[in-house]
């Protein structure tokens, strides 16, 4: 039998770290537990973060939007400074799982799964999102895609904890777009993902862009040069065309059972290509 501790504040967290020094932590534990059930994990207790209501939650100070850890999926859906400022991150989660699944898993438990196939990643990477890690001896901030190192690992330290994500309301961009290409429409890991942020002229050119792709490489892949190749230019299918070419060659996929990798590259480059539908 191994213990499952649910402390009610970080204070009684950080104690529950010095007790407990080879516990996991879990939020919704849809992905942990699934480990732990699977004999692929084996930790002396699990800490339980739900009943932390520091970690819940979604706010704004200044210019920025803090997520808590803890918010679910289905809060986050719900909350009116996600559906309003960070429409591209609501559609990715409105795919996640499946209901069940978007009502226990949180954004904290996607993040630091640290898989390329985790559906917040191409959004938090497109709208170059920070995290805000704590501990007994304070908090820290670094941008997600330093948090990120690989498959399954992030820079959190022993007896640190993820609090929350910070995202600068993205007033600069007027077009919000994540498109995910999984085996099916619900329950589906991606095979592929692209989060995209743009800022359209009037006469339709880009003016700015930001583009992130899941599943895609070891973690979330970003292509400057395919986002500097569409500015000045209309999102139509030569322009398009010229910076997918740039992304097929940024991405590094792997075969899995979901997908070769070949066929993984092509679909990064025709994400982007459907770009010209989203305005149509
Ligand atoms: C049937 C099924 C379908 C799924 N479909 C999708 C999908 O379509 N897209 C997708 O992206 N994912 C999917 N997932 C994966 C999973 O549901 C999500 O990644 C979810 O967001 C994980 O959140 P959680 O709170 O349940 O994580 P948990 O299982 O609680 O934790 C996951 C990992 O993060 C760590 N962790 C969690 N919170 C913190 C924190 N605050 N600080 C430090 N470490 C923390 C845990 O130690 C663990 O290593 C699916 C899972 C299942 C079982």
């Not at 059930?37 to 704004?60: F, M, S, Y």
């Not at 895609?216 to 395919?226: D, L, Q, S």
């Not at 230019?233 to 075969?255: D, G, N």
Request: glycine residues 10%.
């Amino acid at each position: 039998m191994r213990d499952v501790i649910l402390p009610g504040s970080l204070n009684e967290l950080w104690r529950c770290f010095e007790d407990k020094p080879q516990a996991a932590v879990y939020a919704g534990g849809t992905d942990l537990l699934v480990g732990v059930r699977h004999g692929l994990l084996n930790p002396e207790a699990l800490i339980c973060l739900d009943r932390i209501e520091e970690l819940k939650g979604v706010g704004e100070r200044g210019g920025s939007i803090r997520i808590g850890s803890c918010a679910t999926h289905v809060q986050l859906l719900d909350d009116p400074l996600i559906t309003s400022h960070l429409p591209v991150l609501w559609q990715a989660i409105r795919g996640i799982g499946s209901p069940l699944v978007r009502n226990m898993g949180t954004i904290g438990g996607n993040i630091c799964t640290a898989s390329p196939a985790g559906d917040t990643l191409p959004p938090l990477y497109a709208l170059r999102a920070e995290v805000e890690l704590g501990s007994k001896e304070g908090s820290r901030r670094m941008p997600i895609a330093e948090f990120i190192m690989r498959p399954g690992a992030t820079r959190l330290q022993r007896a640190e904890i993820l609090a929350g994500v910070w995202v600068k309301k993205p007033g600069e961009y007027n077009l919000h777009h994540f498109e995910k290409v999984g085996l099916r429409n619900a329950l589906a890991c991606s095979v592929v993902s692209m989060a995209a942020l743009l800022r359209l002229a009037p006469d339709g050119a880009v003016e700015k862009a930001s583009l992130a792709w899941g599943s895609a490489g070891p973690t979330i892949v970003t292509c400057p040069e395919a986002e500097e190749a569409l500015i000045g230019k209309p999102l139509s299918t030569e322009p398009l065309q010229e910076a997918a070419a740039l992304v097929r060659k940024a991405v590094s996929p792997i075969s899995d059972v979901r997908a070769d990798a070949d066929y993984r590259r092509i679909v990064a480059g025709n994400l982007l290509l459907r770009l010209a539908n989203v305005l149509k």
